[in-house]
Protein backbone atom coordinates (compact mmCIF):
# COMPACT_ATOMS: atom_id res chain seq x y z
CA UNK A 1 0.00 0.00 0.00
CA UNK A 2 1.27 3.34 -0.60
CA UNK A 3 1.29 6.71 0.82
CA UNK A 4 -1.43 7.80 -1.23
CA UNK A 5 -3.67 5.10 -0.69
CA UNK A 6 -2.81 4.78 3.02
CA UNK A 7 -4.98 6.01 5.67
CA UNK A 8 -3.08 9.55 7.31
CA UNK A 9 -2.12 8.24 10.76
CA UNK A 10 -2.26 10.81 13.75
CA UNK A 11 -5.60 12.53 13.52
CA UNK A 12 -8.52 10.55 14.34
CA UNK A 13 -10.38 9.55 12.01
CA UNK A 14 -9.04 11.72 9.01
CA UNK A 15 -8.32 9.61 6.01
CA UNK A 16 -7.32 12.31 3.67
CA UNK A 17 -3.88 13.13 2.99
CA UNK A 18 -1.59 16.06 2.79
CA UNK A 19 -1.52 17.88 0.00
CA UNK A 20 1.75 19.93 -1.35
CA UNK A 21 2.75 22.49 -3.58
CA UNK A 22 5.91 23.71 -4.09
CA UNK A 23 6.76 26.75 -6.46
CA UNK A 24 4.59 25.36 -9.36
CA UNK A 25 4.27 27.38 -12.33
CA UNK A 26 2.10 26.47 -15.48
CA UNK A 27 3.10 28.65 -18.75
CA UNK A 28 0.31 27.60 -21.90
CA UNK A 29 1.60 27.17 -25.21
CA UNK A 30 2.25 30.16 -26.86
CA UNK A 31 1.33 32.36 -23.37
CA UNK A 32 3.86 34.49 -22.10
CA UNK A 33 2.41 35.25 -19.00
CA UNK A 34 2.30 32.49 -16.62
CA UNK A 35 -1.29 31.24 -15.63
CA UNK A 36 -0.28 30.44 -12.51
CA UNK A 37 3.02 31.43 -11.12
CA UNK A 38 5.17 29.94 -8.76
CA UNK A 39 2.24 29.17 -6.25
CA UNK A 40 3.51 27.39 -2.88
CA UNK A 41 0.38 26.05 -0.61
CA UNK A 42 -0.26 23.05 1.59
CA UNK A 43 -3.46 21.97 2.11
CA UNK A 44 -3.59 19.86 5.38
CA UNK A 45 -4.72 16.01 5.85
CA UNK A 46 -8.94 15.81 6.50
CA UNK A 47 -9.46 19.86 5.42
CA UNK A 48 -11.59 21.59 2.93
CA UNK A 49 -9.81 24.03 0.92
CA UNK A 50 -11.84 26.31 -1.06
CA UNK A 51 -10.27 28.06 -4.30
CA UNK A 52 -11.67 31.58 -4.93
CA UNK A 53 -11.11 34.35 -6.80
CA UNK A 54 -11.95 36.50 -10.51
CA UNK A 55 -12.31 34.85 -13.39
CA UNK A 56 -8.77 33.87 -15.46
CA UNK A 57 -6.76 33.87 -12.29
CA UNK A 58 -5.99 29.93 -12.26
CA UNK A 59 -8.04 28.65 -10.22
CA UNK A 60 -8.97 25.35 -12.19
CA UNK A 61 -5.71 25.34 -13.96
CA UNK A 62 -4.30 24.95 -9.96
CA UNK A 63 -6.90 22.10 -9.09
CA UNK A 64 -6.16 20.15 -12.22
CA UNK A 65 -2.60 20.12 -11.70
CA UNK A 66 -3.16 18.15 -8.31
CA UNK A 67 -4.74 15.16 -10.77
CA UNK A 68 -2.17 15.73 -13.61
CA UNK A 69 -5.09 16.57 -16.07
CA UNK A 70 -2.36 19.42 -16.70
CA UNK A 71 0.85 19.05 -16.22
CA UNK A 72 2.72 21.62 -14.54
CA UNK A 73 5.73 23.55 -16.58
CA UNK A 74 8.14 23.61 -13.23
CA UNK A 75 7.81 23.09 -9.25
CA UNK A 76 6.84 19.47 -7.26
CA UNK A 77 3.47 18.68 -6.36
CA UNK A 78 2.73 15.91 -3.26
CA UNK A 79 0.06 14.10 -1.89
CA UNK A 80 0.94 12.28 1.08
CA UNK A 81 4.32 13.01 1.12
CA UNK A 82 4.99 11.40 -2.13
CA UNK A 83 5.44 13.55 -5.64
CA UNK A 84 2.69 12.51 -7.85
CA UNK A 85 5.38 11.98 -10.95
CA UNK A 86 6.15 9.12 -9.25
CA UNK A 87 3.14 7.47 -10.30
CA UNK A 88 1.48 6.73 -13.48
CA UNK A 89 -1.10 8.94 -14.62
CA UNK A 90 -3.99 6.58 -14.95
CA UNK A 91 -2.94 5.03 -11.21
CA UNK A 92 -2.50 8.60 -9.24
CA UNK A 93 -6.00 9.21 -11.05
CA UNK A 94 -7.36 6.62 -9.20
CA UNK A 95 -6.75 7.47 -5.49
CA UNK A 96 -8.37 11.11 -6.56
CA UNK A 97 -11.66 11.70 -6.94
CA UNK A 98 -12.78 14.56 -9.20
CA UNK A 99 -15.89 15.80 -9.42
CA UNK A 100 -17.16 18.39 -11.68
CA UNK A 101 -20.30 21.05 -12.45
CA UNK A 102 -23.03 19.05 -13.30
CA UNK A 103 -22.06 15.39 -12.53
CA UNK A 104 -20.72 14.92 -15.69
CA UNK A 105 -22.48 11.77 -16.14
CA UNK A 106 -22.28 8.97 -18.83
CA UNK A 107 -25.47 9.22 -20.22
CA UNK A 108 -25.56 5.55 -21.69
CA UNK A 109 -24.80 4.41 -18.56
CA UNK A 110 -27.21 3.35 -15.28
CA UNK A 111 -26.30 4.97 -12.19
CA UNK A 112 -24.87 2.37 -10.90
CA UNK A 113 -22.31 2.20 -13.52
CA UNK A 114 -21.51 5.16 -13.34
CA UNK A 115 -20.47 5.12 -9.78
CA UNK A 116 -18.52 2.08 -10.45
CA UNK A 117 -16.47 3.09 -12.90
CA UNK A 118 -13.08 3.30 -10.70
CA UNK A 119 -13.63 0.55 -8.34
CA UNK A 120 -14.17 -1.59 -12.00
CA UNK A 121 -10.76 -0.07 -13.35
CA UNK A 122 -9.17 -1.13 -9.93
CA UNK A 123 -10.50 -4.82 -10.04
CA UNK A 124 -12.96 -5.10 -7.42
CA UNK A 125 -15.78 -8.01 -7.58
CA UNK A 126 -19.32 -7.72 -8.84
CA UNK A 127 -20.48 -8.09 -4.99
CA UNK A 128 -17.91 -5.17 -3.52
CA UNK A 129 -18.95 -3.40 -6.11
CA UNK A 130 -22.54 -3.85 -5.22
CA UNK A 131 -22.44 -3.39 -2.02
CA UNK A 132 -20.30 0.06 -2.41
CA UNK A 133 -22.87 1.20 -4.70
CA UNK A 134 -26.21 1.41 -2.69
CA UNK A 135 -23.85 2.64 0.61
CA UNK A 136 -22.70 5.60 -1.38
CA UNK A 137 -26.49 6.21 -2.82
CA UNK A 138 -27.70 6.13 0.63
CA UNK A 139 -24.77 8.06 1.56
CA UNK A 140 -25.55 10.92 -0.77
CA UNK A 141 -29.33 10.40 0.31
CA UNK A 142 -30.59 8.61 -2.49
CA UNK A 143 -32.94 5.45 -2.10
CA UNK A 144 -30.69 2.33 -3.49
CA UNK A 145 -33.72 0.43 -4.61
CA UNK A 146 -34.99 3.22 -6.60
CA UNK A 147 -32.15 4.77 -8.03
CA UNK A 148 -29.31 2.19 -9.00
CA UNK A 149 -30.53 1.29 -12.39
CA UNK A 150 -31.97 4.98 -13.42
CA UNK A 151 -30.43 6.72 -16.39
CA UNK A 152 -29.36 9.87 -15.94
CA UNK A 153 -32.02 11.51 -18.04
CA UNK A 154 -34.30 10.01 -15.66
CA UNK A 155 -32.96 12.32 -12.71
CA UNK A 156 -33.01 16.13 -11.85
CA UNK A 157 -29.98 18.31 -11.71
CA UNK A 158 -29.42 17.97 -7.79
CA UNK A 159 -29.54 14.32 -7.83
CA UNK A 160 -27.25 13.96 -10.77
CA UNK A 161 -24.69 16.20 -9.12
CA UNK A 162 -25.42 13.75 -6.27
CA UNK A 163 -24.14 10.44 -8.09
CA UNK A 164 -21.47 12.89 -9.36
CA UNK A 165 -20.23 12.95 -5.63
CA UNK A 166 -20.80 9.36 -5.12
CA UNK A 167 -18.70 8.54 -8.27
CA UNK A 168 -16.15 10.95 -6.79
CA UNK A 169 -16.13 9.15 -3.41
CA UNK A 170 -16.38 5.10 -4.80
CA UNK A 171 -13.21 4.09 -4.68
CA UNK A 172 -12.53 5.96 -0.95
CA UNK A 173 -9.68 8.43 -2.05
CA UNK A 174 -7.62 10.31 0.32
CA UNK A 175 -8.45 12.83 -2.20
CA UNK A 176 -11.19 14.69 -3.72
CA UNK A 177 -11.09 17.64 -6.44
CA UNK A 178 -14.03 19.49 -7.11
CA UNK A 179 -14.01 22.28 -9.81
CA UNK A 180 -17.72 24.36 -9.17
CA UNK A 181 -19.74 21.30 -8.10
CA UNK A 182 -22.88 22.84 -7.22
CA UNK A 183 -22.80 25.69 -10.05
CA UNK A 184 -25.10 24.27 -11.89
CA UNK A 185 -28.45 24.07 -9.58
CA UNK A 186 -30.71 25.87 -8.30
CA UNK A 187 -30.03 27.57 -5.04
CA UNK A 188 -32.12 25.10 -2.73
CA UNK A 189 -30.93 22.26 -4.32
CA UNK A 190 -27.33 23.79 -3.93
CA UNK A 191 -27.38 24.56 0.15
CA UNK A 192 -28.91 21.23 0.47
CA UNK A 193 -25.85 19.74 -1.73
CA UNK A 194 -23.08 21.78 0.04
CA UNK A 195 -24.54 20.77 3.50
CA UNK A 196 -25.08 17.00 2.27
CA UNK A 197 -20.91 17.38 1.31
CA UNK A 198 -20.01 18.95 4.78
CA UNK A 199 -22.43 15.81 6.53
CA UNK A 200 -20.04 13.52 3.93
CA UNK A 201 -17.09 15.18 5.14
CA UNK A 202 -17.66 15.22 8.85
CA UNK A 203 -18.18 11.36 8.20
CA UNK A 204 -15.18 10.64 6.06
CA UNK A 205 -12.28 13.50 6.81
CA UNK A 206 -11.21 13.40 2.95
CA UNK A 207 -8.50 16.54 2.11
CA UNK A 208 -11.09 18.18 -0.42
CA UNK A 209 -9.75 21.01 -2.94
CA UNK A 210 -12.67 22.80 -4.42
CA UNK A 211 -13.00 25.93 -6.63
CA UNK A 212 -15.46 28.05 -6.50
CA UNK A 213 -16.74 31.36 -7.69
CA UNK A 214 -18.92 32.09 -4.90
CA UNK A 215 -17.19 33.86 -1.96
CA UNK A 216 -20.03 32.53 0.08
CA UNK A 217 -20.13 28.82 -0.90
CA UNK A 218 -15.99 29.28 0.18
CA UNK A 219 -16.82 30.40 3.59
CA UNK A 220 -19.31 28.12 4.10
CA UNK A 221 -17.76 25.13 3.07
CA UNK A 222 -13.83 26.08 3.78
CA UNK A 223 -11.39 24.94 6.72
CA UNK A 224 -9.60 27.28 4.79
CA UNK A 225 -10.09 29.38 1.73
CA UNK A 226 -7.61 30.43 -0.48
CA UNK A 227 -8.20 34.14 -2.36
CA UNK A 228 -6.11 33.89 -5.35
CA UNK A 229 -5.05 37.05 -7.76
CA UNK A 230 -4.00 36.94 -11.53
CA UNK A 231 -1.27 34.33 -12.20
CA UNK A 232 -2.75 32.17 -9.21
CA UNK A 233 -0.60 34.82 -6.41
CA UNK A 234 -2.02 33.95 -3.26
CA UNK A 235 -3.99 37.54 -1.47
CA UNK A 236 -4.75 35.39 1.39
CA UNK A 237 -5.11 31.91 2.80
CA UNK A 238 -7.00 31.60 5.95
CA UNK A 239 -9.75 30.11 7.85
CA UNK A 240 -13.14 31.41 6.72
CA UNK A 241 -13.28 33.86 10.23
CA UNK A 242 -9.96 35.16 9.35
CA UNK A 243 -10.54 36.12 5.93
CA UNK A 244 -13.66 37.84 6.74
CA UNK A 245 -12.33 39.30 9.99
CA UNK A 246 -8.95 40.31 8.84
CA UNK A 247 -9.19 40.70 5.01
CA UNK A 248 -4.90 40.28 4.13
CA UNK A 249 -5.08 43.01 1.56
CA UNK A 250 -7.13 45.52 -0.34
CA UNK A 251 -7.73 42.42 -3.47
CA UNK A 252 -8.87 40.01 -0.45
CA UNK A 253 -11.18 42.62 1.13
CA UNK A 254 -12.37 43.86 -2.29
CA UNK A 255 -13.04 40.23 -3.52
CA UNK A 256 -14.63 39.10 0.52
CA UNK A 257 -16.74 42.60 -0.52
CA UNK A 258 -18.99 45.10 1.18
CA UNK A 259 -20.55 43.52 4.13
CA UNK A 260 -18.74 41.60 5.36
CA UNK A 261 -19.76 41.29 9.22
CA UNK A 262 -23.04 40.21 7.23
CA UNK A 263 -21.23 37.55 6.16
CA UNK A 264 -20.55 36.17 9.22
CA UNK A 265 -23.94 35.03 9.19
CA UNK A 266 -22.38 32.54 6.69
CA UNK A 267 -20.36 31.15 9.66
CA UNK A 268 -23.43 30.41 12.18
CA UNK A 269 -24.76 27.19 11.76
CA UNK A 270 -28.08 26.04 12.93
CA UNK A 271 -26.51 23.37 15.19
CA UNK A 272 -25.79 26.58 17.17
CA UNK A 273 -29.43 27.18 17.67
CA UNK A 274 -31.77 25.86 20.41
CA UNK A 275 -34.21 24.18 18.46
CA UNK A 276 -37.83 22.92 19.44
CA UNK A 277 -39.04 19.76 19.78
CA UNK A 278 -42.75 19.67 19.08
CA UNK A 279 -44.60 16.61 18.81
CA UNK A 280 -43.76 13.68 16.61
CA UNK A 281 -45.33 10.54 15.10
CA UNK A 282 -43.93 7.56 13.69
CA UNK A 283 -45.22 5.55 10.75
CA UNK A 284 -47.84 2.99 12.07
CA UNK A 285 -48.43 4.85 15.14
CA UNK A 286 -52.46 5.11 16.19
CA UNK A 287 -53.60 8.78 15.16
CA UNK A 288 -55.73 9.47 17.88
CA UNK A 289 -52.68 9.11 20.00
CA UNK A 290 -50.71 11.64 18.29
CA UNK A 291 -53.71 13.84 17.74
CA UNK A 292 -53.80 13.79 21.85
CA UNK A 293 -50.20 14.39 22.61
CA UNK A 294 -50.24 16.99 19.66
CA UNK A 295 -53.11 18.93 21.82
CA UNK A 296 -51.15 17.85 25.26
CA UNK A 297 -48.47 19.86 23.93
CA UNK A 298 -50.56 22.98 22.42
CA UNK A 299 -49.31 21.90 18.89
CA UNK A 300 -51.26 22.49 15.97
CA UNK A 301 -48.84 19.97 13.87
CA UNK A 302 -46.77 17.10 13.82
CA UNK A 303 -43.08 15.68 12.53
CA UNK A 304 -43.84 12.46 10.72
CA UNK A 305 -40.84 9.59 11.13
CA UNK A 306 -39.96 6.87 9.76
CA UNK A 307 -38.58 3.82 11.58
CA UNK A 308 -35.02 5.10 11.14
CA UNK A 309 -35.71 8.48 12.65
CA UNK A 310 -35.95 10.37 9.56
CA UNK A 311 -38.80 13.19 8.89
CA UNK A 312 -40.93 12.16 6.26
CA UNK A 313 -44.00 15.02 6.41
CA UNK A 314 -45.05 17.87 8.60
CA UNK A 315 -48.83 17.44 8.59
CA UNK A 316 -51.32 19.72 10.45
CA UNK A 317 -52.96 17.65 13.26
CA UNK A 318 -56.21 18.37 11.68
CA UNK A 319 -54.91 16.85 8.51
CA UNK A 320 -54.56 13.70 10.51
CA UNK A 321 -57.20 11.12 9.16
CA UNK A 322 -58.03 7.86 9.57
CA UNK A 323 -56.69 5.18 12.38
CA UNK A 324 -52.66 5.13 11.78
CA UNK A 325 -50.07 7.59 10.88
CA UNK A 326 -48.90 7.07 7.54
CA UNK A 327 -46.22 8.70 5.27
CA UNK A 328 -47.75 12.17 4.89
CA UNK A 329 -46.13 11.78 1.16
CA UNK A 330 -45.06 15.31 0.81
CA UNK A 331 -42.11 16.68 -0.25
CA UNK A 332 -40.23 17.88 3.10
CA UNK A 333 -37.82 20.17 2.81
CA UNK A 334 -35.24 19.47 5.69
CA UNK A 335 -32.61 21.48 6.91
CA UNK A 336 -29.29 20.41 7.97
CA UNK A 337 -27.99 20.99 11.02
CA UNK A 338 -24.48 22.31 9.14
CA UNK A 339 -26.52 24.82 7.29
CA UNK A 340 -26.07 28.68 8.15
CA UNK A 341 -28.13 30.74 9.31
CA UNK A 342 -28.53 32.46 5.48
CA UNK A 343 -29.12 29.05 4.52
CA UNK A 344 -32.17 28.64 7.49
CA UNK A 345 -33.83 31.90 6.18
CA UNK A 346 -34.20 30.57 2.66
CA UNK A 347 -35.11 27.35 3.53
CA UNK A 348 -37.93 28.68 6.11
CA UNK A 349 -39.18 30.83 3.05
CA UNK A 350 -40.40 28.04 1.45
CA UNK A 351 -41.76 26.36 4.21
CA UNK A 352 -45.42 26.52 5.06
CA UNK A 353 -45.18 26.39 8.99
CA UNK A 354 -42.87 29.53 9.68
CA UNK A 355 -39.57 26.85 10.79
CA UNK A 356 -37.66 24.03 9.20
CA UNK A 357 -36.99 20.75 9.87
CA UNK A 358 -33.70 20.03 11.17
CA UNK A 359 -31.58 16.90 10.11
CA UNK A 360 -28.11 15.47 11.38
CA UNK A 361 -26.25 12.64 10.12
CA UNK A 362 -27.61 10.55 7.05
CA UNK A 363 -30.86 13.14 7.10
CA UNK A 364 -31.72 11.90 11.44
CA UNK A 365 -34.19 13.97 12.88
CA UNK A 366 -32.98 16.63 15.15
CA UNK A 367 -36.08 19.20 15.98
CA UNK A 368 -37.29 22.41 14.04
CA UNK A 369 -35.65 25.79 13.47
CA UNK A 370 -38.26 28.61 13.25
CA UNK A 371 -37.82 32.75 12.55
CA UNK A 372 -37.82 33.98 16.14
CA UNK A 373 -34.99 31.62 17.37
CA UNK A 374 -33.06 32.69 14.22
CA UNK A 375 -33.44 36.43 14.57
CA UNK A 376 -32.71 36.74 17.80
CA UNK A 377 -29.29 34.89 17.35
CA UNK A 378 -28.87 37.20 14.30
CA UNK A 379 -29.83 40.50 16.43
CA UNK A 380 -27.33 39.30 18.98
CA UNK A 381 -24.57 38.69 16.79
CA UNK A 382 -25.52 42.16 14.84
CA UNK A 383 -25.20 43.47 18.48
CA UNK A 384 -21.52 41.79 18.36
CA UNK A 385 -20.15 42.99 15.15
CA UNK A 386 -21.34 46.47 15.73
CA UNK A 387 -19.51 46.81 19.16
CA UNK A 388 -16.51 45.12 17.03
CA UNK A 389 -16.80 47.46 14.12
CA UNK A 390 -18.20 50.73 15.67
CA UNK A 391 -18.74 53.68 13.31
CA UNK A 392 -18.05 51.13 10.36
CA UNK A 393 -20.97 49.25 10.51
CA UNK A 394 -23.06 52.44 9.56
CA UNK A 395 -20.95 52.87 6.47
CA UNK A 396 -23.57 53.64 3.64
CA UNK A 397 -21.64 51.30 0.87
CA UNK A 398 -22.22 47.98 3.02
CA UNK A 399 -25.23 46.04 3.26
CA UNK A 400 -27.25 46.67 6.23
CA UNK A 401 -28.14 43.88 8.84
CA UNK A 402 -31.65 44.98 9.22
CA UNK A 403 -31.99 44.72 5.22
CA UNK A 404 -31.17 40.88 5.86
CA UNK A 405 -33.49 40.06 8.31
CA UNK A 406 -36.25 42.11 7.16
CA UNK A 407 -37.62 39.29 5.42
CA UNK A 408 -38.98 37.55 8.94
CA UNK A 409 -42.70 37.47 9.24
CA UNK A 410 -44.09 39.20 11.96
CA UNK A 411 -45.33 37.74 15.17
CA UNK A 412 -48.95 37.89 14.21
CA UNK A 413 -47.51 35.34 11.06
CA UNK A 414 -45.78 33.04 12.99
CA UNK A 415 -48.76 32.62 15.52
CA UNK A 416 -51.32 32.09 12.25
CA UNK A 417 -48.77 29.99 10.49
CA UNK A 418 -47.97 27.14 12.79
CA UNK A 419 -47.97 26.50 16.59
CA UNK A 420 -44.64 27.98 17.39
N1 LIG B 1 -5.53 25.39 -22.48
C1 LIG B 1 -5.18 26.67 -22.31
N2 LIG B 1 -4.36 27.29 -23.19
C2 LIG B 1 -3.99 28.57 -23.02
N3 LIG B 1 -4.38 29.34 -21.98
C3 LIG B 1 -5.21 28.79 -21.08
C4 LIG B 1 -5.64 27.42 -21.20
N4 LIG B 1 -6.46 27.14 -20.14
C5 LIG B 1 -6.53 28.27 -19.41
N5 LIG B 1 -5.77 29.26 -19.97
C6 LIG B 1 -5.58 30.61 -19.43
O1 LIG B 1 -4.97 30.51 -18.16
C7 LIG B 1 -5.50 31.46 -17.26
C8 LIG B 1 -6.07 30.74 -16.04
O2 LIG B 1 -7.19 29.94 -16.45
P1 LIG B 1 -8.02 29.06 -15.42
O3 LIG B 1 -9.02 28.32 -16.20
O4 LIG B 1 -7.08 28.30 -14.58
O5 LIG B 1 -8.69 30.21 -14.55
P2 LIG B 1 -9.89 30.14 -13.53
O6 LIG B 1 -9.48 31.00 -12.39
O7 LIG B 1 -10.24 28.72 -13.23
O8 LIG B 1 -11.03 30.84 -14.38
P3 LIG B 1 -12.64 30.66 -14.33
O9 LIG B 1 -13.04 31.08 -12.98
O10 LIG B 1 -13.08 31.63 -15.40
O11 LIG B 1 -12.93 29.24 -14.64
C9 LIG B 1 -6.54 32.25 -18.05
O12 LIG B 1 -5.95 33.43 -18.50
C10 LIG B 1 -6.89 31.33 -19.21
O13 LIG B 1 -7.25 32.09 -20.34
Not at 41 to 65: D, H, N, Q
Not at 195 to 221: F, G, N, P
Not at 238 to 255: G, H, I, K, R, Y
Not at 273 to 302: F, H, I, M, Y
Amino acid sequence: MTALESTTEGKTGVSGAEIRLDGVTKIYRGQKAPAVDNISLTIPAGEIAMFVGPSGCGKTTTLKMINRLIEPSSGTISIGGEDIRSKKVDELRRTIGYVIQGGSLFPHMSVAKNISIVPKLLGWDSSRISARVDELLDLVGLDPSKYRSRYPRELSGGQQQRIGVARGLAADPPVILMDEPFGAVDPITRQRLQDEMLSIQRELRKTIVCVTHDIDEAIKMGDRVLILQEGAHIAQYDTPEVVLSSPANEFAQDFVGAGSSLKRLSLARVSELDLRQPTTATVGENAEDVKQRAQANGDRSVIVLDSRNRPLGWPWVRQLKGSTIVDPGQDLVNLDSRATLNDALDTMLVSGHGGAVVTGDRDTYLGVVNFKTVTDFIEAMQREAEAETGAAASNGADEHPSERISIAPTDEELQSGSAQ
